[in-house]
C-alpha cells in the first residue's frame, strides 16, 4: 500500500514547527539542566523544561528571532517560580541540587541564572523584571546561604 504523507508531514514543508523542532532540538539539554538546577529534580525538571517549550512553542510568532533564547528561559524562570514546589527524599538529590533546593525560590533562581546559565545581573533583572539590585540582594543572600549549608556537611 503506497500511501501519500499528508502534506504538514512532507519534507520541506514551511510551517513553523521545522523552525521550532530545530530550535527545541538544540536548546533543550540546556533548558533541561537548568530547569535541574532549579527544581533539584530529574521528573520535575523535565515537566517544567516541557512546559516552557510549549510555551514556547504557543507564542512562536510573536518571539523576536535574536531574543529566542531570552524569552524562553523567561518562560522557563517565571513558570519555575509560579510552581507549588514538590518535596522528593534528600537522598534522591545530588549535593548540589540539595543545596540549591534549601535556598528561597528567587535567590535559587538568580544564583541558577548567574553561576550556571553565565548570565550577568542586568540581563538577569531585565529578564524577571527586577532591578539590578534586587538581583545583587538575591545573589549575595543565596551565595551567602549555600556557604552556611556546605559548611555545615
Partial sequence: MNRRPHPRHRAGHSGRRPEFGGYAAVTWPRLLRTAHLLTGDPAEADALARTALSDAYAHWRRIPGGDTDFYVRRM?????????????????RAPLARALAALPARQRVVLVLRLGEDLGRLEIAEMLGWSVGAVKSYERRGLKALGQVTDEK
Avoid at 524562570?77 to 534528600?90: D, K
Fill in 76 to 92: 522557563l524562570v517565571r513558570r519555575h517560580l509560579g510552581r507549588r514546589p514538590r518535596r522528593t527524599g534528600p537522598s534522591s
